[in-house]
């Protein structure tokens, strides 16, 4: 929760606001301004202000979620692939999310597993649409490993620190396909440093990988798998290949 002086505060729970980072109302914008700041100050609980003043402040705060909201589902919109633009949040996609936006340092991150084609791509795209419905402000990255491996490939001399940095500190950082693509000791190491920045720093991830679990040592190295174990809750995905399913 972000406010313009630190020492404010403001009921958000009183008022069924969810959390985020609010603007408070400008001194001018209201009659009973100073009620209001002596809220803000906690000198006055929401429940010893008259009913106007609460419902001021609703409304005040309402329209910044509804204006939050649109703008982390532009974000999203913008950014899901068109095959996952459908996948809709079940139960612990909405859980995960509201963890997430009430405090991501604290919330763990997500390893799916599962074979190929079970769903775990479009479970993932599933908690980044979930995560935009909550209006948090959040700018998540996405790679497969694959791709990122080639994204931050040493080019020509080229430092490829700046496009490690900005990746490893993505608030929320969607890594599919963990351990699919073939590994070599480079690979291995930037997926070390990757994996041990962000866990360094509790920066919550979605990870995925059809790597049965009880091989994940072997084909990640036992510091990356040592890691993920501790930072992530793991899903297992069971099922058949959905897309045979739709092939038929
Ligand atoms: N819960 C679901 N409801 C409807 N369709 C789904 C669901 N889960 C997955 N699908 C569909 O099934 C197909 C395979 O899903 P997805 O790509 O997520 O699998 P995956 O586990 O990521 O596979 P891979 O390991 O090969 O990457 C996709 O077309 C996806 O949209
Ligand atoms: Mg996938």
Known sequence: MNHQHSKLTVDFAGLGIPPGSYALPAPGAYDGYDRLERHFTGDLALTDLPPDDVQFLRNH?????TEHRQQA???FSDRVPRRFAEARPDERATAWAEQFAGDRFTTKSLLLLGATGTGKTHLAYSVLRAVAETGV?????????????AH???RDGQDSQ?????????ALLFLDDLGAAKFTEWTEEITYRLINHRYERC?????TSNVPPAQLRDVLGERVTSRLSEMCDRIAIKGDDRRKGGAK
């Open 152 to 154: 931050l490939r040493p």
């Open 73 to 75: 589902m532009d974000y």
């Open 137 to 149: 402000q959040t700018r998540w990255q996405t790679f497969t490993a694959a791709d990122l491996y």
């Open 61 to 65: 705060f309402c329209e910044q979620v």
């Open 203 to 207: 920066l919550p991830g979605i990870f």
């Open 162 to 170: 700046d496009a490690f940095t900005r990746v490893a500190d993505a």
